[in-house]
Each structure stands twice: as structure tokens, then as C-alpha cells.
């Protein structure tokens, strides 16, 4: 089978088409340190790259993309579908699922109503369509900040430490840190999986404050906090990507 392939000579992106006809672009990073090409495909954001040697030319990665094309599609395949904040979508809310609901005719921006005949209880969204996506982030922004610094302030007063702030972004690569003067930043994202495993990343954040590294003492202070840690370490890596494909 044959696959449509080109390089843009202005720009070092490599465009393809899937098997299905979909055009996509394949980023090209030139490495200083590789000596071999490396595909990867980000499973936060579906982006594809490739690892060029800087001894390498541009025409041997374009042949060596257009050999992968079928391995890229089965990778792209197999990410998560991305759920739109939309009428209609589920989200899942420190472990329970709801169901977006857009209620134009009522007041109060966003809430929640919880159901109690067996059906799925509901994200509610008044105002515009236009406005519903943004205000979902928004209030899920709020709703996972209120967790993390309910959850943080709790984990570092059994410490007997302080905290001087906690904040929250959409960071890609940690899901918290905690700066060396006490400064606690978590990824809002963790709104969508179960509570137990935002537990645990506050937990962690807060041991940070006794112990800024990784040593068994700094495991025994978070086991100290949560009990046992190591079933939800393994959760975070196994679906943290899927907490990004919503929005």
C-alpha cells in the first residue's frame, strides 16, 4: 500500500497521510546525541515526532517516517478517545461520572445535580453554548484547586509543616512539586481520577516538606500519611494520559 508523503522544504514538519486519509504532521528535532532515528508519539496531546541525527539528512528521515506510517496509525489508534466539554459528554469527578448538561434557561453557571432514580447524575452548564466549554474548565479548575488545598493543607498539618501557597496548571510532566520554600503546585487535572489517587499525590507534594527528594524516609513519611502508595503510583502511570485527553 502506498502512503501520500512530503516535505515541506520551509519547515521541518513532515506531512503523511494515515491509511484512513487523514493528513498529519510529523515534527522532525534534530539531536545531537542520537544516533539512531527515534519515532515517539505523545499520548497527552497525539503529537508525533521523530528524533533526527544531526548526521543525518532530512530525505533519510522522510523515508525512514514513510516505513513507520502503519506503526504511527496502529500508536494513534490506540490513544483514548479526547472527550470535548460538550452537551452530552461524560467526565469523571474524583472517581464518579457525569453527564454534561447544558441548561441555558437556569441560573448558576456550573453545578452539580446528583441523581437518585439510577440515572447519571449531572455536570449542569446555564448561559451560551458558546460559553459552555470554558465555563466547565473553569469550574473544574476551581473545584480541583478547593481539593488539592483542602488535601495538602490536611497531609502538612499531620507534619506539623506549612505551606506558603498551593496552586494549580495544566502542566504535562508532574502531576505536583513542591518548591524548597514551601510553595505546592499541582496539575488540575487530577479532578478526573478517583480520590484515592489525588490523595496521594498531595501526600506526596506535602512529604516534600520534610524531606525534599526521594529516599526511604520520604517513602515512610507518605506511607505515613496514606497507607499503602504503591497501587496508586501505578494507577497515574497506567492512565495519567487519559486525564489529558479531556477538554
Same mark, same amino acid.
Given at each position: ?14 506531512s503523511?497521510?494515515l &491509511?484512513g ?7 522532525v528535532r $534534530? ?6 532515528f527515534?519515532?515517539r508519539?505523545n499520548?497527552q ?6 528524533s533526527?541525527?544531526?548526521?543525518r ?6 523515508i525512514?517516517?514513510?516505513?513507520n506510517?502503519?506503526w504511527?496509525?496502529?500508536?494513534l ?5 479526547r472527550?470535548?466539554?460538550r ?6 469527578i474524583?472517581g464518579k ?6 441548561? &441555558?434557561?437556569e441560573?448558576g %453557571?456550573?453545578?452539580l445535580?446528583?441523581?437518585f $432514580?439510577?440515572k447519571?447524575?449531572q455536570?449542569?452548564?446555564?448561559g451560551g453554548s458558546?460559553?459552555?466549554?470554558r465555563?466547565?474548565r ?6 480541583a484547586? $478547593? ?7 490536611k497531609?502538612s498539618?499531620l507534619l506539623n509543616?506549612?505551606?506558603k501557597?498551593v496552586s494549580?496548571?495544566?502542566t ?5 512539586s513542591?518548591?524548597s520554600?514551601g510553595?505546592?503546585?499541582f ?9 484515592k489517587?489525588? $490523595? ?10 520534610v524531606?525534599? %527528594?526521594h ?7 507518605v506511607h505515613?500519611l496514606?497507607?499503602?502508595?504503591k497501587s ?15 477538554g
Open positions: 500500500m502506498a502512503y501520500a508523503l512530503r516535505v515541506d522544504k520551509k519547515m521541518p514538519d513532515i503523511i497521510c &491509511p486519509g487523514e493528513r498529519i504532521d510529523i515534527k $534534530d539531536s545531537i546525541k542520537a544516533n539512531r527515534i519515532m508519539v499520548q496531546t497525539s503529537e508525533c515526532c521523530i533526527r541525527p544531526i548526521s539528512s532530512i530525505d533519510e528521515a522522510r525512514f517516517v514513510e516505513r506510517v502503519p504511527i496509525a496502529e500508536q489508534m490506540k490513544l483514548p478517545a472527550v470535548q466539554f452537551h452530552g459528554s461524560i467526565v469523571p474524583l461520572e457525569y453527564t454534561i448538561a447544558h441548561s &441555558p434557561e441560573f %453557571n456550573v453545578w445535580k446528583e441523581s $432514580d439510577n447519571m447524575p455536570l449542569k452548564v446555564s458558546e460559553h459552555m466549554a465555563r466547565v473553569d469550574w473544574l479548575k476551581k473545584r484547586k $478547593d481539593e488539592v488545598s483542602y488535601k495538602a493543607k497531609f498539618s509543616m506549612e505551606i501557597s494549580v496548571r495544566d504535562r510532566t508532574r502531576w505536583g513542591c518548591s520554600s510553595n505546592l503546585s496539575c488540575w487535572r487530577l479532578i478526573f481520577a478517583p480520590e489517587i489525588v $490523595d496521594y499525590v498531595c501526600a506526596h507534594e506535602a512529604a516534600h516538606l524531606e525534599l %527528594n529516599s526511604p524516609r520520604f517513602w515512610q513519611t505515613q496514606v497507607g499503602e502508595w496508586s503510583k501505578k494507577w497515574l502511570k497506567e492512565n495519567g494520559a487519559r486525564l489529558h485527553r479531556y
